[in-house]
């Protein structure tokens, strides 16, 4: 099975899996820059500039110049990352799915194994595992709800 793409920007995607041992960040224009050497790289997102990257359970924070930064620990392995609105990055992991709103916030909204999802124009599209495809509409509103729930958690 061959590597995996994800978009970065306009410009820009990211490359990685399938055995590699780097993540790296393809340019139209041929450039190539290795942002990140390690085996298990199972997810990336971004904007080229910033990133964030999954190994097994541990989502990293990447940026010029800097060393990798833990950011979220999950308790299974993380299988898809997407950028969101406000700084949110949506997780997908082999047992459901979340939203990181600052390291170490984070909360999961689905219980569900996630085959795959995409976020684009405020929307997020899951499909699950048993073949559901779930529709988030207006997720800008999810960094809000997330740090209230969590806060609430935080406060039993």
């Not at 085996?39 to 924070?61: K, L, M, Q, R, S």
């Amino acid at each position: 099975r061959g590597g995996r793409l994800s978009y970065a920007n306009d410009h820009h995607c990211y490359l990685f899996g399938a055995g590699m041992k780097d993540l790296l960040l393809i340019g139209t224009d041929g450039s190539v820059s290795n942002l990140l050497h390690t085996t298990g790289i199972t997810a990336a997102t971004g904007d080229g500039t910033c990133t964030f990257a999954a190994v097994g359970a541990t989502a990293y924070f990447l940026a010029p110049d800097s060393q990798p930064t833990p950011v979220l620990v999950t308790q299974n392995t993380i299988v898809d990352l997407a950028l969101g609105p406000s700084n949110c990055v949506f997780y997908a992991t082999e047992k459901g799915a979340g939203c990181m709103t600052r390291p170490g916030y984070a909360w999961n909204f689905l219980q569900q194994k996630i085959v795959s999802f995409d976020y684009r124009e405020d929307r997020l599209l899951l499909l699950t595992a048993g073949r559901e495809v779930v529709l988030i509409d207006a997720v800008s509103g999810f960094p809000s709800l997330i740090e209230t729930a969590i806060q609430g958690s935080d406060e039993r």
